[in-house]
Nanobody, 121 residues
């Protein structure tokens, strides 16, 4: 399984970005998918997750601002990020796992390479 994340960049506070995670093979239906992030000097933290029946889960600080979705035909998972804040600055990683909730790190089986998101004031 390979996961390729893209879509990061440098934006201003209040702007939007959409991250994409392209998966090899038909895994988005079979696996639990998610996004995590890691800021400098901090541990990797859960951001959002989605399961095959489109049930979703979000970390509290991104609820109402971020939306996770998937396109099974493209085998891709997206993270739409609106109203970005400087504290959202981090490397964002997509992940695939075997069990729900994917916010539990032991449920993650595969990691993508990460994409940098920087939000300036």
């Amino acid at each position: 399984v390979q996961l390729q994340a893209s879509g990061g960049g440098l934006v201003q506070a209040g702007d939007s970005l959409r991250l994409a995670c392209a998966a090899s093979g038909r895994i988005t239906d079979a696996y639990v998918m998610g996004w995590f992030r890691q800021a400098p000097g901090k541990e990797r933290e859960f951001v959002a997750g989605i399961i095959w029946n489109d049930v979703t889960d979000y970390e509290d600080s991104v609820k109402g601002r971020f939306t996770i979705s998937r396109d099974s035909a493209k085998d891709t998972v997206y993270l739409q990020m609106n109203s970005l804040k400087p504290e959202d600055t981090a490397i964002y990683y997509c992940a695939a796992g075997h069990a729900w909730p994917i916010r539990t790190l032991r449920n993650v089986d595969y990691w993508g390479q990460g994409t940098q998101v920087t939000v300036s004031t």
